[in-house]
């Protein structure tokens, strides 16, 4: 399919289907572990951190611990009150890190204000970072260097992958420069990688002629948590549309009252578009498969040999 922007809408649009990719790879790792579990070696184990009680937290992690289970892998829930200190935070991440049944953790974000989180980041070991987001692994994914990359943004370039969309040579406008997504997909994007090679345009909230230059994007790639915020009016015809928003919205037609959202008017854009991600069911479900697979290429030693 040609995703080269042309003067005209497109009849159809395709939907990019994160659910199912993200489905796939969980059969993929699943296989993988059952085969060393085989050879003799020990599933992999990924242990979580949760402070607090946000609802959307909640979900996350507890989907990040049933995904473990439906892969073969151990998983460790470690949930810690909203009052815990930031000393007694880094003293956990430490047992963790000395943990050798521990293959790889993350701290799920965002931490009470009291806490510095880049602290935290910094406190977790390169070699089970496996959310990506210690500057060790930053600063050799910009280097090029094998690295355990940042889940969202590796998730949305494997659904590029699978869905065989072109990039090369492609503009990508990323709207959002969060070190979680927006700064990191848009680094991915412009190497010199399969996909890559990328024009990219990393817009923010100083971004001035913002819809101009999203008209622009074949691939756009939004990622500022504000629900909506993409209209038809800022998309290109043919464009390939990636929503990472994943807000709450009140929905009273929903049993828990709420709806989750993403930051692309759906109904408007897509068929404008070539293809798009839906919210939920896209790029959500990646990032948790994506974690998944560094877990085991950190119980594998893949980057950091042991
Ligand atoms: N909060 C939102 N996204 C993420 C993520 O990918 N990892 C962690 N640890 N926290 C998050």
Known sequence: MPMTPTSEAPATYRLIDGKQTAEDIKVEIAAEVVQRKAAGQKPPHLAAILVGHDGGSETYVRNKVLACERVGFESTLLRYEDTITEAELLAKVDELNQDEQIDG????????KHIDPNKVIEAIRPEKDVDGFHPMNIGRMVAGLPALLPATPSGIVELLRRYELVTDGKHCVVIGRSNIV???????????????????????????NLAEIT??????????GRPGFVTADMVSPGAVVIDVGTTRVEDATKKAGWALRGDVSFEDVAPKASYITPVPGGVGPMTIAMLLLNTLRAAKGEIYPR
């Open 215 to 224: 008209r622009t994007a074949d691939i756009l790639v939004a990622a500022i």
């Open 182 to 208: 927006g700064t990191p997909v848009s680094i991915l994007l412009a190497k010199n990688l399969e996909p890559g090679n990328c024009t990219v345009t990393l817009c923010h909230s100083r971004t001035q």
């Open 105 to 112: 953790f993350i701290v799920q974000l965002p931490l009470p």
